[in-house]
Each structure stands twice: as C-alpha cells, then as structure tokens.
C-alpha cells in the first residue's frame, strides 16, 4: 500500500487496532475470535444501511413489470434506455446500486485490518502475548501453509459462494448464466486468496460471508420480499379507462 492510501487509513487502522486489542485484553478473547469480534461488530454498525439496502432491492422487485416494459420499449437505443432508466428510479425513489454498498463500505475495513496485521507493532503485541494460534490456525499474523492453508481455502471458497448465491439469489437485477460465472469465480478466489494474506484476514472475510448468509436467512423472514405481479395481474389491477366525454349539443 501507498504512503499515501496508508495515511488515507490510518485512522480506521488504529480504531481496528483499538477495538481488537481491547476484546483481547479486556474481554479476554484470543485473537482469532477477537477478530471475529471485530467482523461482528462491523457488520451490527453497518445493520441500518442493510435493512434500507433490503427495501430498496424490494422496491425493485415490486417494478420489475414496469422496468422490463422500459427495456423492451428502448432495447434498439441503448442510451435513451438507460435515460429512461434513471429517470424512472429517480421517480420511484430506488437506489439500484443500494446492494453494492454493503460491499463498498467493508473494503476500507479490509485494507485497514491487512494494513494492521503486516504491522510490525501490532505483530510484536501477538507474538508477546504467546496466544497467536485460533483452533486449527497456527497463527493469525502468519500466511497459512499446508493443511491449515486447505482448510482455510475450503471454509473462504464455500462460504464466498453460498454468500453471492444468497445475494443473487435475493437481488432482483441479477439471475440467468451470469450470476454462475460470478459464482464460481469468487469461490475460485480462494485459491489465491488465501495462501497470500495473514490468516486473520481469511477469518474476517470467512465470518463475514457466514454473516451474510444467516443476515439473508433473517431478513427472509422479517422483511419478506414482496410478490412480483404478473402480466395478467397487472393488467387487472389497473383502473378501468374514463368513460368518454360526452358532446354537448349545439341549440
């Protein structure tokens, strides 16, 4: 990392040094569960912006009828489509890019949490304290090698996957062959992923995608995603046309 994006970090690098190291001190958690810790509470901060990014993906659903009549009407002129797009979602209030954010807004996260376990203090605080391991990871400052590099990858491939399938799966702009593409090539990831970075960062991203997939379990039940009406359906519900004016006759 730059100096410059290093600065850009800093502070999130010492709020995340911050709140790990008092779960390890105060709390008296280990460092593997003390990043877990920091993953949790990441995700419970972040609670109000998912609940409005999963009104908003309802919202979609609810006009997806009107949409595809836009796409269907604009499809030869590619630019007035998406004129039209917009100034559709500006009409009904929908953000589409509102399932990205979530997203978006953990990368800064996991830059400042690399940033802090290649940190040469934050590692002399690990190795000092003798507790470095977290059940089958030998160290969470440490690349992973051998069987614990396998079982991390296995846990960050698996999990990546079933968290975009639930993401997709629940996203009402995404679905055919493509979300499949996408699917395996975040699982494959992990390949490369994880034998590259510290072990602590496989362990937040692993228990972030855990999270994703038990947030769209709950969510599923609190916040049901409104039914998509059909064709004949809306076409029913419409109201019927005014009757014709009638014309007044000339005396």
Known sequence: MSPV????????IDAAD???TSLHDDVGLTWGWSIVGLTVIVRLLMIPLTIKQIRSMNALRVLQPQIKEIQAKYKED????QQEMMRFYQENKVNPLA??????LQLPIFFALFRLLRGDSFEQDVEASGGASW???NSVIEKPHGAEAIALMVLFAGSMALSTLVTMRSSPTTGGSQQYILLVAFAAMGV???PT????LSLYWITTNFWTVGQAYVAARLI???AIATPEQAAATKPPPPPPKKKKRRR
């Open 5 to 12: 994006l290093a600065n850009i970090f800093q502070p999130l």
């Open 18 to 20: 911050w709140l790990i």
């Open 78 to 81: 590619k630019q007035r489509m």
């Open 99 to 104: 399932s990205c954010l979530p997203l978006i």
């Open 135 to 137: 059940l089958f990871i």
């Open 192 to 194: 490369f992923f994880v």
């Open 197 to 200: 970075f510290p072990a602590g």
């Open 224 to 226: 049901p995603a409104p």
